[in-house]
Structure formats: C-alpha cells, structure tokens
C-alpha cells in the first residue's frame, strides 16, 4: 500500500473531493495487477510533490464503483478541481502515468 494514499470509503468520498486535485487509484487489496499500479504511482511521485493521491478499496465500496461507472480494476481517475479529467483502467508504465497526470494538470 502506498505510504502517501489517503484511503477513502463511500462515507467520506464526497467530503474528501470538494474542488481539490488528486489521483484516485480504484484497487483490490489482494490485485497482483494493483500492486504493480501502486508501486508505478510511487515512482510517479516525486515528479509531483504536491500531488494529492487517494485509494478506493473496490470490494469494499462498490457503491463508488457504480457511482464512477467503474468496472475494472486497477482504476485510476485523475481530479481536477473537484472533476475527473482523465481516467485510465489497466497497469501502466511510469511515463504513461506521467504523462497522463501532466495532461490533467495542464487542462484548463
């Protein structure tokens, strides 16, 4: 589990976006493929510092899932301002993460 993931459940999902920016991973606690997506978001970090990053455990909120319209996991859903602007499902490299956060971030 990464160290720096703030872990939300369906209670506390809606107060935690408000209009902030962060990375949301959707993930299994015992997914082969989530493990690999959080150690790509932890090589990912230190090229955003301020970079806000949240856990959904699926299993145990699927209310989430349904209310993203998400179906596969690992997930990960990039925030801006409160709204998800870009969203990838499947493991993906250290550059294809960064790559997708920078163009998040870089949008209007």
């Known amino acids: 589990m990464l160290d720096k993931m703030t ?11 408000g209009s902030r920016d962060f990375l949301l991973l959707i993930f299994k606690n015992n997914c082969p493929l989530c493990k ?3 150690a790509v978001i932890e090589k990912c970090l230190p090229a955003f510092p301020d970079l806000v990053v949240a856990g959904v455990n699926s299993e145990e909120n699927p209310i989430i899932l349904t209310d993203l ?5 690992p997930t990960v859903l990039i925030y801006k301002n409160g709204v998800p602007s870009a ?21 209007g």
């Not at 872990?7 to 935690?16: E, P, R, V």
């Not at 319209?69 to 996991?73: E, P």
């Not at 990838?88 to 956060?101: K, T």
């Open 69 to 73: 319209d998400v179906s596969k996991v």
């Open 87 to 107: 969203r990838r499902s499947g493991v993906m490299r250290p550059a294809e993460l960064s790559a997708l956060i920078s163009k998040s971030q870089a949008q």
């Open 36 to 38: 690999v997506m959080m």
């Open 7 to 17: 872990i939300l459940t369906a209670d506390s999902f809606n107060g935690f976006i």
